[in-house]
């Protein structure tokens, strides 16, 4: 490959929706009490707020936030501290604080916008012990409150201008749409790699998917899940196959700007499988499983991380999928997108199953 790039400090940066991830292990007594559903997502009410009391003492605390999770996925397999950036805004409260220090221990720099009525969003995380099923509820407070002139300052838009790889997320195009397109605009004009995910099926489906559909070519890298795959497809592209293939060869497909640099579309069923389509065509990686998975969340981006380190490396896209599956490998055994201190990655181990 011809992506080989000179890291230094500041070569990705990521900007998104931040949140502190709260996570615990619970029993169905626990969701009964606070009147949840096991495996649902739902947004947090008032009826909440005792829950979040609860976790600020018992829970295990953790950086959040899709492409948040990226960048200190990146910092963590490279072994390289400040090497990646993140901008997101936070409210200015006890949370903040959390928020900065878990990622100056990861080794991530972050500069984040301060809301000044808003709280800083929080994700509560509750793992079912009896079958690992996970509830989310989640406080998006500040992390929707980024404005576009925040990137007008020098300092600030200097991190922009460092980077050499750019990542940012749908719920992103939602909160402020105007930052991401000034983000992907600089990529374009630049000639630098800009990636992105696409979040979740309510991004991918109208009202909403019209938006994703005007930043994607920008794109240069593409991450989802399956089913947020079918659904751009189906909304936004007119695609009304099936075929997993014909979805993600679509996705691929679609105008760019950059015409020199092909697109690159990277679908997972997590735990499962990924399937990446490239110019040369399509290839299906299935995933190897620890003995125990704790936690799906945040592997997603674990898996995108892992891929974004190893293609600034040079990789091949085998290598850059296999540092991505083992990226997502290590943080099924954790709670959130967490990872042991130190990664043990070796190369010539494969992460695939066979």
């Not at 509750?126 to 300092?155: C, K, W, Y």
């Not at 991190?159 to 195009?173: D, P, R, Y």
């Not at 599956?325 to 010539?348: H, I, R, S, V, W």
Request: aromatic share 10%; proline share 3%; hydrophobic share 40%.
């Amino acid at each position: 490959m011809s992506n080989t790039l000179t890291l230094r400090r500041g070569s990705f940066f990521g900007i998104g929706n931040p949140l502190l991830d709260v996570s615990k292990e619970v029993d169905e007594e626990f969701l009964e009490k606070y009147k949840l559903k096991e495996g649902e997502a739902i947004l947090a009410r008032e009826e909440h707020a005792p829950l979040f009391r609860v976790l600020n003492k018992q829970g295990r605390l953790a950086i959040g936030g899709s492409s948040q999770n990226i960048m200190r996925t990146i910092v963590w397999i490279l072994e390289q501290k400040l090497f990646a950036s993140y901008m997101g805004c936070v409210g200015d409260d006890f949370e903040k604080q959390n928020l900065m220090e878990l990622a100056q221990s990861a080794g991530l720099h972050v500069v984040y916008q301060t809301h000044p009525k808003l709280t800083t969003g929080r994700c509560a995380v509750l793992i079912n012990t009896r079958d690992q099923h996970r509830t989310m509820v989640a406080s998006q407070g500040a992390s929707e409150g980024f404005t576009a002139d925040f990137l007008d300052d020098p300092e600030n838009w200097l991190k922009v201008e460092q980077a050499q790889i750019l990542c940012s997320e749908g719920f992103f195009l939602v909160s402020c749409r105007e930052a991401f397109m000034r983000v992907c605009e600089h990529a374009f004009k630049t000639g630098k790699i800009f990636t992105m995910t696409l979040s979740a099926k309510f991004i991918c489906d109208n009202p909403i998917g019209v938006r994703l559909l005007s930043a994607l070519p920008y794109a240069d890298i593409v991450f989802g899940y399956e089913d947020e795959a079918r659904i751009l497809a189906k909304t936004q592209l007119n695609i009304q196959s099936n075929s997993l293939h014909n979805i993600i060869e679509a996705i691929r497909d679609t105008p760019k700007w950059n015409k020199d640099r092909p697109r690159i579309v990277v679908v997972s069923k997590v735990p499962e499988r990924t399937t990446v389509a490239t110019r040369d065509g399509i290839k299906e990686y299935r995933w190897k499983k620890p003995s125990k998975i704790v936690d799906t969340h945040g592997c997603g981006d674990a898996l995108a991380g892992g891929f974004l380190a190893y293609f600034a490396l040079g990789k091949t896209i085998d290598q850059c999928i296999n540092a991505a599956l083992y990226c997502a490998y290590e943080n099924l055994q954790q709670l959130g997108c967490q990872f042991p201190d130190k990664p043990n990655y070796n190369e010539q181990i494969s992460y695939e199953k066979k």
